[in-house]
């Protein structure tokens, strides 16, 4: 499995994306073709988001194919929260030679260390049903819990979409802050049946202050990237 770069962009009809519209069809009528061309780059430059580079090691059951379905459904909800993901895949026998020295190279601030792991264990560390982060840059998610909630709300086959939920969860921890729950959304404490269904229909997400405050911890990680 080689290395998965997804990116999410603003999405359509947002009032940036028309301004930004706008200024592309005005460039065409100033400059012609090679004004077009300029602002297709300039275009591509400002809508890039903030990215976050996720190094992934997968210690549980989870197939290959659902953790691929979980990492993009956590592509869908970082994007749109206006956040970019590049997931490395740096499990035993998931290595390519493309991201061998990816994964041998230490941590960064930039990055998010994230390990699936089979089961709640007994730790020092503060439990929840989906897992637990160590600041600044580690985050757990267990899987039999992801699949527990599923077969509960008889959606087992909807268990990457879960598992992608959780992953999401534990590393908007990460970014957001510890003990930074929600009444509602992707950031709820407590999952039961309605948040199972916001999964399963694709609205369980981050509200939009939260977006914000996630856009903003990225950039603040990457502005402060190979500083003493």
């Given at each position: 499995m080689k290395t998965s770069i997804r990116y999410g962009f603003s999405r359509p009809g947002t009032r940036s994306t028309i301004g930004l519209?706008?200024?592309?069809?005005?460039?065409v009528w100033v400059f012609g073709a090679s004004g077009y061309a300029f602002s297709q780059r300039a275009l591509s430059v400002l809508l890039l988001p903030p990215a976050l580079t996720v190094v992934v090691d997968n210690y549980s059951r989870a197939s290959t194919a659902d953790l691929a379905r979980a990492e993009r459904e956590a592509d869908?909800?970082?994007?749109?929260?206006?956040?970019?993901?590049?997931?490395?895949?740096?499990?035993?026998?998931?290595?390519?030679?493309?991201?061998?020295?990816s994964c041998?190279?230490?941590?960064?601030?930039?990055?998010?260390?994230?390990?699936?792991?089979?089961?709640?264990?007994?730790?020092?560390?503060?439990?929840?049903?989906f897992g637990f982060v160590i600041h600044p840059v580690l985050a757990s998610v267990y899987y039999e819990s992801a699949l527990r909630l599923a077969k509960i709300d008889d959606a087992e086959f909807e268990l990457p979409i879960i598992l992608g939920s959780a992953i999401v969860h534990e590393i908007g921890h990460l970014l957001l802050g510890p003990n930074n729950h929600s009444a509602d959304g992707i950031m709820c404490a407590k999952w039961e049946r309605k948040q199972v269904e916001q999964a399963r229909w694709g609205s369980l997400l981050f509200t939009s202050e939260q977006?914000?405050?996630?856009?903003?911890?990225?950039?603040?990680?990457?502005?402060?990237?190979?500083?003493?």
């Open positions: 519209q706008r200024l592309l069809v005005i460039s869908r909800i970082f994007g749109w929260a206006g956040l970019g993901v590049m997931w490395l895949k740096c499990s035993s026998g998931q290595r390519t030679v493309d991201t061998q020295q041998h190279r230490p941590i960064e601030v930039t990055d998010v260390r994230l390990r699936i792991l089979p089961a709640p264990v007994v730790n020092k560390f503060q439990n929840t049903v977006s914000k405050v996630l856009r903003a911890a990225v950039q603040r990680r990457t502005s402060t990237a190979g500083l003493p």
